[in-house]
């Protein structure tokens, strides 16, 4: 049913793109706006779990983010001070896939990027829409431009504050404050460390990720108590390194061997699952726009890309759009409740002071449920 359909994509992040790969690849005549006229991405690494990689293999993109990132046979679980506790609980899913990576945000939208420009999407940068007009057999779009075209469907993959969504979607709601701050940092890697560490028993949970031969990101959550979310470069460095004061391990090290060059972030968090329906008429959401979740289980890119794939399958195997976006919901809903639900559950663990034990055996059979497939 999507051969020929005129599809437009709100948002060219991770979602949007993997939506733009498999409608184009279906045969849709995609056009991908993106507001940002270098769409660009900030540069953190990412984890890509075991579930997340198996819907980049279906994506076709599997060899390439292996070949760019880092991938591991699991991650451990320390104490804050550097006592190895367990091997996080993380399933196997499926023959030739890696438990677990992770990459450089830049170059997995790279690597997303050269497939989207591949089909020949249409692709118009510095972009966005300011109405939609559902009509009986398709929609009415008004960019900011001032230019007006009509296509069969819209996707709004504009993230956690959608416009799309504002725009058309009235029963929602804006994405909620979980109480934590996500600090990360880009830089070197600790000699000593091969796959992913995490670090539990610290009012301050952190962790480490490898994303390139050489490179990893720390990761730290902290309360959010302050007011703001903005600091400057110097107030970033200086206040990460006290953050990690008391921590051991590789923690350690990172504290003793970052620079002011390195790239790092503060970012308050904030999840919401959106009640449905997540379609109106022809204009639909998928990723962060109907499923923000933080980033406990990191697993919020994974979920958006399955439910790029899950709608490109439902629209495709449809008779009308509107029965492929009833069947996309009901696929995507459930399993998206568990990812946004036990994310801000194993939040409020951490802010709790919960045991390490605890901790992980939440994020383990939060995991485990995840390689059920979709
Ligand atoms: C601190 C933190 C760490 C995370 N770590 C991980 C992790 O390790 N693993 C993981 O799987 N997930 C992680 N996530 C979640 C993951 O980043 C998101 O779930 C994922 O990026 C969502 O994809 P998306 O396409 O919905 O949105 P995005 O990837 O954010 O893309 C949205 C795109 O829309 C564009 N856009 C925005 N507004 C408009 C507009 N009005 N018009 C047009 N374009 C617009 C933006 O420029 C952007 O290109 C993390 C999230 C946070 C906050």
Known sequence: MISGKRILIVGGGIGGMAAAIRLGELGGKVTLIDIDPEWRVYGAGITITGPTLRAYRRL?????????????????????????????????????????GGIMRPKLHRIMQARVKALDTDIRLGLSVSAL?????GVNVTFTDGTQERFDLVVGADSIYSAVRRMAFPHMAEAQPTGQGCWRVSMKRPPTLESGEIYLGHRYPAGINRCAQDMVYLWMLTPHE?????FTDEELFTRLQDNMADFGGNIAW???????????????LAAALQPGPWHMGHIVLLGDAVHATTPHMASGAGMAVESALVLAEELDRADTVEDGLVAYEA??????RHVVETSIAVGKMQLAGDPPE????ALGAGLHRLADDY
């Open 60 to 100: 076709g993109l599997l060899d390439a983010i292996k070949e760019e990132g880092a991938i591991a046979k699991g991650s451990t679980i320390f104490r804050y001070d550097g006592l190895r506790l367990q091997q996080l609980d993380e399933p196997a899913l499926e023959e030739g896939l890696p438990a677990t």
């Open 331 to 336: 696929r995507r809903y459930e399993r998206c």
């Open 358 to 361: 605890s901790i992980g055996a």
């Open 133 to 137: 007009e559902n009509r009986d057999d």
């Open 226 to 230: 302050h007011r703001e979310a903005h």
């Open 254 to 268: 990172v504290r003793e061997n970052m620079t002011r060059n390195d790239w790092i972030n503060y970012r308050p």
